[in-house]
């Protein structure tokens, strides 16, 4: 049997590793922030308690703790001893808060009762050597990143003074926490139980993959979030003045940008530049992205890309606050495609970034801006989902700005679409539609983003209201209760639709709250916007009313969102072949996945990914043969020369097959591969059927 010779893996006690004189350790650059709560501090002290009441052959074991030896490239090394800690900082750091809790409990009764036990003296002086060096008492043992040494050696030393209150950090709350819960006399039981811990110590040689390792432990601590993980991918391998350099130039600025959304940034990022949608559920998808993109980063290499992405986190912070465009126009138009969420930012990000370095005008911003804002209202509109459009339209934008917008075109719903949809719907983003429209109706420009969300001053208004008591009447002569139920049931059903919201003065609005339309004909007179105080002009109001009014807005609702102008075919309703969902294994219904498949114009009975696979591979084995062998000799099959090992095979030729043994996921990937290398995956979609929409 051979033994590595990188990797050095040993189960220790960890208090008496801890507790050794030469223990030293420090927390790179690229290490996340302290996260444990309350509720792991919690499970941590029932865990102690527990085998600390066992029997004495009992142990508990906490998992893997692995560092490297820090070298001289360790940060503030005094002593080439020191271990580097790559995965264990949460455990650790925990432990250590808890030992200094019962260090502080004992000291303190120490200083209460001249008369304390004996052996406090001596429990005091382990847990001690346990928290500090014994070569400088004025440093712990373990040394954090920089950003946050203080504040934990502060804590840990009890450097506070008696009248400081506890500061606002994870290492003061768990702290408390543990001081809150462990009195005097139960500190021999924790730390008997403390003793009784265990874990296994892993270090790294030189030439050992850290990073690897460090992805493939499977330890107790706390999973790392996606940008954690690529924070550390982009960092680890460097020297410690690499890695400060990076950290300090490039990446502090990126998290001051995007602040609790830098997460949203990196998944945004990689759609905008791949073109591919980004699993963010149930994994790693996001990190697993950017690996893929970026699998080696040499030092020259992530000094480039981490300008561009210093420079991207920018623009992305105007995304997320409008207000900060240089451009007042700029920043009310990212004010209103805010309405729709951030689901659009990898294909406004990529316009954005275009526009601040000068390679486009503010009117081609603009228009994309107003293109985007289009497509997302109007298939909202008509009940039409927004999934996998945005990585379709962030490929067609690398072909140049028409591509985009014959891409944008072709999956916008059409007008007549609109206008059927618009009669009996209710009314999506009513606040942001109305204001809009009153903009364009030339009055009220002051009201054009009354609607938008944290503008005060303005209220959606409806006309018929939503609960109208029984007294309150269109003409001011029948009453609610003297309608039918035909008629009541018609009226309800249009309340939310266009033709009844009107955009009106929040005390007017106050005043006309279920008021009989009569009485709030004069309140629409004095409103300042002409599409409410037009109101005043009818005699009565109803659904004829409401009709003609939804018609009249419509026109304009149309004019405000426009529909670039389709060329070629109308594919709204197909998924372009390299959105189709991904889906692990073979899921219950699979088999009628699609309801038919269009390649390159032809129309395919095809219903699941299975037949599609065997078909896609036989047709380009006669059409596109060069590119099919390229992408099988580059990925490692689904092509070979013989039928190597038992399972599903098709002959393509007399030497050639094709093997149809893998999965749903793999045959998608393969397929999408195969017809992006012929040149021809823009010219494959699949319409879902109703049980692959809902799988």
């Known amino acids: 049997m051979s033994s590595a010779t990188n990797v050095e893996a040993t189960a220790v006690n960890t208090v008496q590793w801890l507790s050794a004189p030469q223990t030293s350790i420090v927390v790179p650059v690229y290490q996340r922030q302290y996260r444990w709560d309350i509720g792991g501090c919690e499970q941590l002290l029932a865990d102690i308690r527990a085998v600390a009441d066992s029997d004495d052959r009992q142990r508990h074991f906490i998992g893997s703790i692995l560092s490297t030896a820090a070298g001289e490239d360790a940060p503030r090394s005094d002593s080439a001893d020191e271990l580097v800690l790559i995965d264990g900082q949460q455990r650790i750091t925990t432990l250590m808060l808890l030992v200094a809790a019962l260090h502080h409990t004992v000291l303190q009764e120490a200083r209460q009762s001249p008369d304390a036990p004996d052996e406090n003296p001596a429990l005091a002086r382990e847990l001690k050597a346990v928290l500090v060096r014994a070569s400088d008492p004025d440093r712990t043992k373990l040394r954090p990143h920089r950003a946050w040494a203080d504040v934990f050696e502060s804590v840990v030393l009890d450097r506070r003074s008696a009248g400081d209150q506890l500061g606002d950090s994870r290492f003061d709350d768990n702290y408390a926490f543990f001081r809150s819960q462990v009195l005097v006399d139960e500190v021999p039981r924790i730390w008997r139980g403390l003793q009784k811990l265990e874990h296994v110590a892993i270090t790294l040689g030189a030439d050992a993959n850290a990073q690897q390792i460090f992805e493939s432990l499977n330890s107790t601590g706390e999973p790392l979030l996606d940008h954690e993980l690529i924070h550390n991918y982009v960092l680890m391998g460097l020297s410690h003045a690499e890695q400060s350099e990076i950290e300090d130039t490039y990446w502090l600025p990126i998290e001051q940008n995007t602040g609790e959304s830098i997460a949203s940034f990196w998944r945004h990022y990689l759609v905008m530049i791949t073109g591919r949608e980004v699993a963010v559920a149930g994994g790693r998808g996001v990190y697993d992205a950017f690996r893929q993109q970026f699998p080696r980063l040499d030092l020259d290499t992530l000094r480039l890309r981490a300008a561009e992405w210093r420079e991207l986190s920018a623009d992305y912070r105007v995304l997320l606050d409008p207000s900060l465009a240089p451009d007042p126009g700029i920043a009310r138009q990212l ?107 030339g009055r009220g420009t002051d009201a054009a983003g009354g609607g938008l969300s944290g503008l005060s001053g303005f209220d959606v208004e409806n006309i018929f209201p939503l609960s109208p008591p029984d007294t309150w009447s269109g003409d001011g002569t029948r009453a609610w209760t003297d309608y039918t139920d035909d008629e009541q049931n018609s009226h309800r059903a249009l309340a939310q639709t266009l033709g009844n919201l009107a955009l009106i003065e929040q005390p007017l609005a106050e005043r006309a709250v279920d008021r009989s339309f009569p009485v709030k004909r004069a309140l629409y007179a004095g409103s300042d916007i002409l599409t409410t105080a037009e109101l005043a002009e009818a005699t009565e109001w109803g659904t004829a009313a409401i009709a003609r009014r939804t018609a009249r807005l419509t026109e304009v609702f149309l004019e405000v969102w426009a529909r670039p102008a389709a060329v070629g075919i109308d594919d709204d309703g197909l998924t372009p072949i390299l959105d189709a969902a991904r889906r692990r294994g073979w899921p219950r219904g699979w088999e009628r996945e699609f309801e038919y498949v269009e390649y390159r114009g032809e129309h395919w009975e095809v219903y699941d990914v299975k037949y599609l696979f065997n078909r896609i591979f036989k047709r380009l084995w006669a059409d596109a043969r060069e590119s099919v062998v390229a992408f099988s000799a580059r990925r490692g099959g689904p092509i070979y020369e013989s039928q190597a090992w038992n399972g599903h095979w098709d002959a393509l030729d007399e030497s050639h097959y094709l093997y149809m043994g893998w999965d749903s996921k793999y045959m998608l990937t393969a397929l999408q591969g195969v017809l992006d290398e012929a040149g021809i995956a823009a010219e494959v979609f699949v319409k879902y059927s109703y049980i692959g929409a809902v799988m």
Do not use: M
């Open 335 to 441: 004010t209103f495609l805010n309405t729709f969420g951030r689901g659009s930012y990898p294909l406004a990000l990529r316009a954005y970034r275009d526009w601040s370095r000068g390679e486009t005008t503010a009117a081609v911003l603009t228009g994309v801006l107003e293109h985007i804002q289009s497509l997302l209202l109007r298939r909202t509109v008509v009940g039409i989902g927004t999934e996998r459009v945005v990585a379709r339209l962030c490929r067609a934008r690398e072909l140049g700005p028409e591509a985009l917008v014959l891409a944008i075109a072709r999956i916008t719903p059409s007008d007549e679409r609109v206008r059927v949809a618009l009669k009996f719907s209710d009314l999506p983003h009513p606040g942001y539609v109305l204001g809009r429209i009153a903009d364009r109706t």
